[in-house]
């Protein structure tokens, strides 16, 4: 829209385009976008005791989450409340990943209980959308578990882990993290190959993402 309108300068930094630019979609951009663009509007426009209720009741839930006494039924109903507060609250976000939960959902990734592994993945995901996180959560060891959960999970977590693995794929030292790691971009290949039409999508768009950075 911004060449079509007759600009023939950069938007962001006002530098001249060449006559004919060459451009390239960042569909790895746009899905994370898309998948996203439900989020409510920003904390800061909330009341400040609505922010101060969900940062004492993410506090309750990530208590649940870690406890080693907790049954699976309660990790489950802390993982679905979390998952819908961290959506859309960025502070929320980093209080759980401070926190230590990250350990605790990665357990749940490996519990074999495919309702955990699902919003245990859908809370990964929504950490992940803190650029601090990305590089951290590599680090905590969860490629592993994607591609384990890319190989035998069910359609929605398998769909979740390679739209998991675009987010984490926007750091660029995190494309060569996931690259050499064993199976990882094999694991995309066949679920590109077998999957229903929403692993087909997600896992295409993760290896878009990936293969920008050349070794991949």
Known sequence: QWIDSGNRTCPITKLPLSENPSLIP???????ISNFAHVSPKESSRPRAQQEHSQSQSQALISTLISRSSSNASKLESLSRLVRLTKRDS???????????VRAALDCVDSGNQVLQEKSLSLLLNLSLEDDNKVGLVADGVIRRIVAVLRVGSPD??????TLLTSLAVV???????GSYPDAISALV???????DRERKESATALYAL????DN
């Open 190 to 196: 066949y679920l590109l190959r077998v999957g229903n």
């Open 26 to 32: 960042n569909h790895a951009l746009r899905s994370l």
């Open 91 to 101: 502070s929320i976000r980093r209080k759980v990943t401070e926190s230590g939960a």
């Open 157 to 162: 977590c398998k769909a979740i882990a390679a």
């Open 211 to 214: 293969c920008s950075f050349p």
């Open 172 to 178: 660029e030292v995190n494309k060569a993290t996931i």
